[in-house]
Antibody, heavy 121, light 111 residues
Framework: QLQLQESGPGLVKPSETLSLTCTVS??????????WGWIRQPPGKGLEWIGS???????YYNPSLQSRVTISVDTSKNHFSLKLSSVTAADTAVYYC?????????????WGQGTLVTVSS | QSVLTQPPSVSGAPGQRVTISCTGS?????????VHWYQQLPGTAPKLLIY???NRPSGVPDRFSGSKSGTSASLAITGLQAEDEADYYC???????????FGGGTKLTVL
């Protein structure tokens, strides 16, 4: 059974960089059929797609966040990572990693449990 | 505001049928992109409920069904049960935004 697990600091100071890692177990991140992505959910609000990465390193980013986001993949460790720079309180959210089927019509079929990141001094 | 519009809330009594709408535009649902639905129980991660408009992943009861027409899609839940009380989100791709997008979510209350 595929499992995804987010890890990283739960508290980040304003203007600093948020860094999270998603470790994939029970399957290979090098599968040609999937992208690996990040989605966030501010407290009490809806879901927002942040970006996705292919095992080759190809990425797609949400244009509204593109200037601050970097998503990378490490196939040797079977994990992928998110960096979000210059964070503000508006970036406080539960961050989920998820697997997405390839193609524009792709859906997110496996999700991590999520990790709350709070931006505060 | 989301480019996919969902009602903020719906409700129904146990055993009843409810539907949740997801209204988009010619740059997402109307452009032919598939619609997917997720169920989010309180305090948990979203779970894929319906994919590619009307397909259920293994383990999802057939009480849940999806449909798509024009620039809209719908999720129907029949034989409502207390355990169905959750937030439901639709998702598609928007070519104008070049983004995978979610609806704002609908809270289902089982009366």
């Amino acid at each position: 059974q595929l499992q995804l697990q987010e890890s990283g600091p739960g508290l980040v100071k304003p203007s600093e960089t948020l860094s999270l890692t998603c470790t994939v177990s029970g399957g290979s991140i090098s599968s040609s059929s999937y992208y690996w992505g990040w989605i966030r959910q501010p407290p009490g609000k809806g879901l927002e797609w942040i970006g996705s990465v292919y095992y080759s390193g190809n990425t797609y980013y949400n244009p509204s966040l593109q200037s601050r986001v970097t998503i990378s993949v490490d196939t040797s460790k079977n994990h992928f990572s998110l960096k979000l720079s210059s964070v503000t309180a508006a970036d406080t959210a539960v961050y989920y990693c998820a697997r997405r089927a390839i193609g524009y019509g792709g859906y997110f079929d496996y999700w991590g449990q999520g990790t709350l990141v709070t931006v505060s001094s | 505001q989301s480019v996919l519009t969902q009602p903020p809330s719906v409700s129904g009594a146990p055993g009843q049928r409810v539907t949740i709408s997801c209204t988009g535009s010619s740059s997402n649902i109307g452009a032919g992109y598939d619609v997917h639905w997720y169920q989010q129980l309180p305090g948990t991660a979203p779970k894929l409920l319906i994919y590619a408009n009307n397909n259920r992943p293994s383990g999802v009861p057939d009480r849940f069904s999806g449909s798509k027409s024009g620039t809209s899609a719908s999720l129907a839940i029949t034989g409502l049960q207390a355990e169905d009380e959750a937030d439901y989100y639709c998702q598609s791709y928007d070519r104008s935004l070049s983004s995978w997008v979610f609806g704002g979510g609908t809270k289902l209350t089982v009366l």
